[in-house]
Nanobody
Framework: QVQLQESGGGSVQAGGSLRLSCVAS????????????LAWFRQAPGKGREGVAV????????RYADSVKGRFTISQDNAGNTVYLQMNDLKPEDSARYYC???????????????????WGQGTQVTVSS
């Protein structure tokens, strides 16, 4: 059973930065860990779950939501079991609960389909004040 644990959320003022971390116990793919997609989603009250960024395991292949391009960076550690989301120039509209998720796929990692992801963490809250 894959377990994901997020950390690093908090409250900041607009223009500030936070770095979220997600530690994975293992990767979800039964095919190969190299097919694993590691993603960050967020959900604000009353809204649907929105894809923020995704990275393929042991790869530099990344994708971002248009709303965060140039401000957020997704990365993973050398050991490959932790994925980060560096968030700079935060805006009040970035306030949400942030979740990491993983799935296995040899196709491009999806960012607009949270239903495609098999395993989710509990989330970490990010609040940005103006």
């Amino acid at each position: 059973q894959v377990q994901l644990q997020e950390s690093g959320g908090g409250s900041v003022q607009a223009g500030g930065s936070l770095r979220l971390s997600c530690v994975a116990s293992e990767f979800s793919s039964s095919l190969s860990e190299f097919s694993s997609c590691l993603a960050w989603f967020r959900q604000a009250p009353g809204k649907g779950r929105e894809g923020v960024a995704v990275i393929r395991y042991r790869s530099d292949t990344t994708r971002y939501a248009d709303s965060v391009k140039g401000r957020f960076t997704i990365s993973q550690d050398n050991a490959g079991n932790t994925v980060y989301l560096q968030m700079n120039d935060l805006k009040p509209e970035d306030s949400a609960r942030y979740y990491c998720a993983t799935m296995g796929s040899w196709y491009p990692c999806p960012l607009s389909r949270p239903d495609a992801y098999d395993y989710w963490g509990q989330g970490t809250q990010v609040t940005v004040s103006s």
